[in-house]
Structure formats: structure tokens, C-alpha cells
């Protein structure tokens, strides 16, 4: 994909103090949604990151009278170290592995380590879908427009995995779209989206939850519920 500009809807402008700019995830999601009203024309297919995702990616993917579904992304982590990751999997029709070279040569994890995590972690990822999805199986992407969304990105390493994954089964365009996102990081995602989306693009981040005024954790039921009402408005709609 070529680099792009991201487009960031605000940005920060020597505020006297701080204030959250979303009421919570779905306030957060109408948001977005307006902003990406151009493409509801395109039929597009909105993936949400679970689970914080899945509240911002109901209200874009109801907008845009458009399918919501989920992307689940599993890190490979390094041997003896699972919080530093070499790699994820992200899940799909054909789940995609991706790899950090630099960082697999640097920690250089013996024969057959990085086959062995990436079954275990499709495993989970198994089981996670159908914790969320029944028996619903993931949806095709290529030939698609597919709008990836989640509540926020800090640093940016589960967004960067997913969409690498998801450039490899040919989607006929790539967008991101977040609420709020540090420009730095914005500016390294570029390249692998065909466009990008943020509301809110503040110099000065601190974390994602800052932004929210209320900000609680989004359980596994709300996610299902949501999940949900998503499908059953298509399947009435149609």
C-alpha cells in the first residue's frame, strides 16, 4: 500500500487544562461514525478490536448500515518473555501470522518455537470466537472495503499486526478509525492503511482512558449482546 496522510479530525492547541473529548466508547462511536459517513456507499465491513473496540465499532457499523464482526490478534511473545512480542496471529478465514524479523533474529528462539506459539494461539483465538460468535464463521475480506476500529491505540502494536494480516487477503481498501491516537503513532501506521481516521490526535497523550469520561472495561457479555443486535438489525433490515 502506498503511505498516506493520516486524517486527524482535532488536534491539540495549547489547552488551558485537560478535558475528556467522549463520554464513554459509544458516545465515542457516533463520533467516528460521522466522520466516516462518506463510506457508507462502499458497503464496507467494520472489524472491531474486543473487546473495548466492539461499542465503537456497533455504533460506526450501524451508520453505515454495514456488518460488524471482530478481529481477534493473539501476540507471540519471546521465549521466557510473553509480554515481549516477536509476532501475533490475527485471526480470519486464513489466519495470518505476522513477524517482527528484526526482533525474531535479535531474540533467535529455537527450531520450531514460533509454530509451536502459533498453534496455541489459534487455539485461543478459536476458542475466543466462539466464546463471542457461536458458530459464525469469520467473514470474507477479499474484494472488500474493511474499516478496522478500536476505542484507542497507544502504541500501536496489536493495530500494526491486524492490519498487516488483514493487507494479505486482498481487501479491495484498508481503513483505520479510532477515536483518539498519538500523532507519532499515527504516523507509523500510515503506510499500511489505505486511509486513517482519528478524531482527536493530541500532542501531549497520555493514555487512551484519558479521553473517556467513563471508561470502564468492556466485559465479554457486552460484547456478545452487541454483537448481537448488530446482526439481528441486517437480518431484519435485508
Request: with cysteine; aromatic share 6%.
Amino acid at each position: 500500500m502506498m503511505p498516506i496522510a493520516w486524517r486527524g479530525i482535532g488536534r491539540e492547541a495549547g489547552m488551558a487544562r485537560f478535558e475528556p473529548r467522549f463520554e464513554d466508547r459509544r458516545d465515542a462511536g457516533r463520533k467516528l461514525a460521522a466522520a466516516l459517513s462518506h463510506y457508507e456507499q462502499s458497503h464496507p465491513l467494520v472489524l472491531a478490536l474486543p473487546r473495548g473496540g466492539v461499542p465503537v465499532g456497533f455504533e460506526v457499523a450501524s451508520r453505515l448500515r454495514a456488518p460488524l464482526d471482530i478481529l481477534l490478534v493473539r501476540k507471540i511473545g519471546a521465549p521466557g518473555h510473553p509480554e515481549f512480542g516477536i509476532g501475533a496471529v490475527v485471526d480470519g478465514r486464513d489466519p495470518q501470522l505476522v513477524l517482527n524479523e528484526d526482533l525474531v533474529r535479535m531474540v533467535d528462539p529455537d527450531p520450531g518455537y514460533i509454530e509451536a506459539e502459533e498453534k496455541r494461539q489459534l487455539v485461543e483465538i478459536e476458542r475466543r470466537r466462539r466464546c463471542y460468535l457461536g458458530d459464525r464463521p469469520a467473514p470474507s475480506i477479499a474484494g472488500r472495503l474493511v474499516i478496522v476500529v478500536d476505542d484507542g491505540i497507544a502504541t500501536g502494536g496489536t493495530v500494526r499486526a491486524a492490519l498487516r494480516g488483514l493487507s494479505r487477503e486482498d481487501p479491495a481498501r484498508l481503513v483505520l478509525a479510532v477515536p483518539v491516537a498519538p500523532p507519532e503513532t499515527l504516523n507509523e501506521l500510515a503506510p499500511l492503511a489505505d486511509d486513517i481516521v482519528c478524531l482527536f490526535a493530541p500532542k501531549s497523550f497520555r493514555a487512551v482512558g484519558l479521553h473517556y469520561l467513563h471508561f470502564d472495561q468492556t466485559d465479554d457479555e457486552e460484547v456478545v449482546r452487541l454483537l448481537e443486535q448488530a446482526w439481528s438489525r441486517l437480518s431484519t433490515s435485508g
